[in-house]
């Protein structure tokens, strides 16, 4: 009986160490994802109230063939901080085949973003900015589109993305480095490591939207 015991204590602390193997190779994995805890909101209140933001404006193409955006906020009573290529913002990139990096557009002050636009004044976006800038130090909040079957390019970024998907498919996929990850649209919060090279791909047949935050206090330090 004494034997059969240590049996099942063996095997189920194998069990319990495999377990804990997988967690642990998990986590080194996707440690450019950070899931935030114990933060989550409404789905279907964001989709709801992002259908009446399109009956009143179109998302802007931002001169990138695929990719457009929809500003939450501004620099205060500055509407050109919304323009251009404010709404894109300074990114690197190795646009050949030298691998040398180069800069596009210009650098931006992201802490003077703090005026929510009055179109979403009253909305559950109204809500979550509010939330999220208790929480984080916040630059630019866009609703970003990306297009079906398509890609950024490969890019890095002067500081990390807050990502709350609001449509989405299996097909979208955030890639950093060498490791692909799929955000489901189910109210979670993913803080994701920017300052790394990476894309963003939509394999679907449908719109990938996100609210996607500028957050100016890193999580991966």
Same mark, same amino acid.
């Given at each position: 009986?004494?034997? =059969?015991?240590?049996?099942?204590?063996?095997?189920?602390?194998?069990?319990? !160490?495999?377990?804990?193997?997988?967690?642990?190779?998990?986590?080194?994995?996707? /440690?450019? @994802?950070?899931?935030?805890?114990?933060?989550?909101?409404?789905? =279907?209140?964001? +989709?709801? =109230?992002?259908?009446?933001?399109?009956?009143?404006?179109?998302?802007?193409?931002?001169? %990138?063939?695929?990719?457009? #955006?929809?500003?939450?906020?501004?620099?205060?009573?500055?509407?050109?901080?919304?323009?251009?290529?404010?709404? /894109?913002?300074?990114?690197?990139?190795?646009?050949?085949?030298?691998?040398?990096? #180069?800069?596009?557009?210009? #650098?931006?002050?992201?802490?003077?973003?703090?005026?929510?636009?009055?179109?979403?004044?009253?909305?559950?976006? $109204?809500?979550?900015?509010?939330?999220?800038?208790?929480? @984080?130090?916040? *630059? /630019?909040? +866009?609703?970003?589109?990306? $297009?079906?079957?398509? !890609?950024?390019?490969? &890019? +890095? =970024?002067?500081?990390? /993305?807050? &990502? %709350?998907?609001? %449509?989405?498919?299996?097909?979208?996929?955030?890639?950093? $480095?060498?490791?692909?990850? &799929?955000?489901?649209?189910?109210?979670?919060?993913?803080?994701?490591?920017?300052?790394?090279? &990476?894309?963003?791909?939509? *394999?679907? $047949?449908?719109? +990938?939207?996100?609210?996607? #935050?500028? %957050?100016?206090?890193?999580?991966?330090?």
């Amino acid at each position: 009986m004494q034997t =059969d015991q240590t049996s099942k204590n063996w095997t189920k602390m194998k069990s319990t !160490t495999k377990m804990e193997n997988i967690e642990n190779f998990n986590k080194s994995l996707f /440690r450019d @994802f950070y899931t935030v805890p114990d933060l989550k909101f409404d789905i =279907d209140k964001l +989709r709801s =109230d992002l259908n009446k933001i399109l009956k009143q404006k179109n998302f802007n193409s931002l001169g %990138i063939k695929n990719f457009a #955006a929809i500003p939450l906020n501004q620099i205060p009573g500055d509407k050109s901080s919304i323009e251009g290529h404010n709404v /894109r913002g300074t990114y690197w990139t190795i646009p050949d085949e030298t691998g040398k990096e #180069a800069i596009r557009d210009k #650098a931006i002050d992201e802490s003077k973003y703090t005026e929510l636009l009055p179109e979403f004044k009253g909305t559950y976006f $109204e809500e979550v900015f509010n939330v999220l800038k208790k929480t @984080f130090k916040l *630059g /630019r909040v +866009r609703i970003l589109l990306k $297009e079906p079957r398509s !890609t950024l390019s490969w &890019h +890095r =970024d002067p500081e990390p /993305r807050l &990502h %709350i998907p609001i %449509i989405t498919n299996m097909g979208c996929r955030m890639v950093i $480095e060498n490791v692909s990850k &799929h955000m489901p649209a189910d109210g979670t919060v993913t803080i994701t490591n920017n300052t790394k090279y &990476h894309n963003f791909f939509n *394999g679907g $047949e449908q719109n +990938r939207i996100h609210l996607v #935050a500028c %957050i100016l206090e890193s999580p991966f330090n």
